[in-house]
């Protein structure tokens, strides 16, 4: 599979308040937001995607976490000793540090958290009756034990570099045994965790209220008690539109990226905010860890998408920066370096693919002939939030002489499509589990091919194999 374009700006819209963090309880120190996805479960072991992640994140605590510069920073471990063989790692657990109080504990009661908690809470995620989409990231793990209450440790079954940042990952989330064993399988939506927010009501479909933790255990530079809000009220409409116009009369205070539809009338053709706006809207912009591409399945011994030549002509068919100008207004960074992400990839120098229309055409012509075809048709899958950029690459494309017949599909019907080998040709995109390259590369590993794993594409090569296994 080949990376073909890539958005890594996180942007984010905020109305501006007047608000106070010492102020007290008012509107003010609601934060509202919309999940047009919707929220599927509030367990950390199904903490698979960003609607659930978000208010997860605010919920539940690890071992470690990262700042907003990705380094790695204790959470409920104060620190922890790495082996010089790089296998063993133990974990000091911080004293003090409550569940949210719940009469599973006793009448409105709690209890300490304590290493036993984690060695719990990672045995249930690995459990395979509990089917958690992040069993795979104990794999490398030999065993973990608690021989106390203050230590918890964790074996490797060989180094690896990025642990520490795959430790930092929602699924690996403390939880109480009292609540699971109460809740069972509901416990997705009657949470219980030691975040800075607890859980207070959930309506399905139309809202998600989580309310401040006022015993929560981190405190701000200036040593006041965090969370500095009284809540988060989280809607969930379904509809861009609806929440669009939902920011736009001040219902919510936060919108995550911009739809197509529109991005111009907020932003100017170089991604800033238009003038009449900038007294009521904050444009926060920000390197963001997440790649959007283009996948070939190379499953298909029938499909054109096999052809190298045909791979390198769609890759030097279109213009990156001119679509990332017109179609996003500037916001995020062509991928003409490869496919890690701007983020994590300044010091690693990549050749990637820039626009050559005229060895684009030459290509094709090339495969024609090889293959005695007069004319070449490809179906290309997205779900109908990404049609802009689709029809670019199809109007792009047909200048070199490949015609793009697009399939939209719902969402959920693409990713399983795509995990099912189904499309020949699929939009996709990649956001990083752990601030590393390697989750990056892993995606191509041979024995990572879908379902089974992220490479949905099938690609297999023995020599980035046995780079991808020295790397790690």
């Avoid at 997860?56 to 990705?70: A, R």
């Avoid at 820039?354 to 090889?370: I, R, T």
């Avoid at 179906?379 to 990404?386: F, K, R, V």
Wanted: with cysteine.
């Amino acid at each position: 599979m080949i990376k073909k374009y890539k958005f890594i700006t996180s942007i984010v819209l905020m109305l501006i308040l007047a608000c106070s963090k010492e102020s007290i309880y008012d509107e003010n120190n609601i934060f509202r937001y919309n999940e047009h996805s919707n929220i599927s479960s509030l367990d950390p072991a199904f903490s698979s995607a960003l609607r659930n992640i978000w208010p997860v994140n605010q919920l539940f605590n690890g071992l470690v976490q990262l700042d907003d510069s990705l380094n790695i920073k204790p959470d409920i471990a104060s620190s922890w000793i790495i082996s010089k063989d790089g296998k063993k790692y133990d974990f000091i657990i911080k004293k003090n540090i409550f569940f949210h109080k719940s009469n599973i504990f006793g009448i409105d009661s709690t209890r300490y958290v304590n290493a036993h908690d984690f060695k719990y809470s990672f045995n249930r995620l690995r459990n395979p009756e509990l089917g958690s989409p992040g069993s795979w990231v104990l794999n490398n793990v030999e065993s973990f034990s608690s021989p106390n209450d203050s230590i918890f440790s964790i074996r490797l079954k060989k180094p690896f570099a990025a642990f520490l940042g795959i430790l930092s990952m929602k699924y690996c989330s403390v939880v109480p045994k009292e609540a699971i064993d109460y809740y069972g399988d509901k416990f997705g939506k009657n949470p219980l965790g030691t975040g800075p927010f607890k859980f207070k009501r959930w309506e399905e479909n139309i809202k998600l209220v989580l309310r401040k933790n006022n015993q929560y255990f981190e405190k701000d530079e200036k040593g006041i008690q965090l969370p500095y809000l009284e809540a988060i009220s989280i809607t969930l409409l379904a509809d861009k539109k609806s929440e669009f116009m939902e920011f736009m009369q001040g219902k919510i205070d936060f919108i995550n990226s911009i739809d197509s539809s529109f991005k111009d009338q907020l932003l100017e053709n170089n991604g800033n905010l238009k003038n009449q706006y900038s007294k009521s809207i904050n444009l926060l912009t920000g390197p963001y860890l997440n790649t959007e591409y283009i996948g070939f399945f190379l499953g298909n011994n029938n499909s054109p998408v096999n052809s190298k030549k045909l791979r390198l002509a769609i890759n030097y068919g279109f213009d990156r920066v001119k679509m990332m100008k017109y179609l996003r207004n500037n916001i995020g960074y062509p991928a003409n370096n490869g496919f890690i992400p701007f983020g994590l990839n300044k010091n690693i120098n990549t050749k990637g693919f820039n626009y050559q229309p005229k060895k684009a055409k030459k290509l094709v012509e090339d495969y024609k002939k090889e293959m005695g075809k007069k004319s070449i048709e490809i179906e290309l899958s997205t779900d109908a939030n990404y049609i802009d950029i689709v029809e670019y690459i199809q109007r792009e494309l047909l200048e070199i002489g490949i015609n793009i017949k697009i399939n939209i599909m719902p969402p959920s019907s693409l990713r399983q499509a795509k995990s099912n080998g189904k499309l020949e040709m699929f939009r996709a995109s990649w956001i990083a589990d752990y601030p590393d390259a390697e989750n990056y590369l892993s995606l191509f590993y041979s024995k990572n091919k879908a379902p089974n794993g992220p490479n949905y594409t099938h690609f297999e090569n023995s020599i980035y194999d046995k780079n991808i296994l020295i790397r790690i």
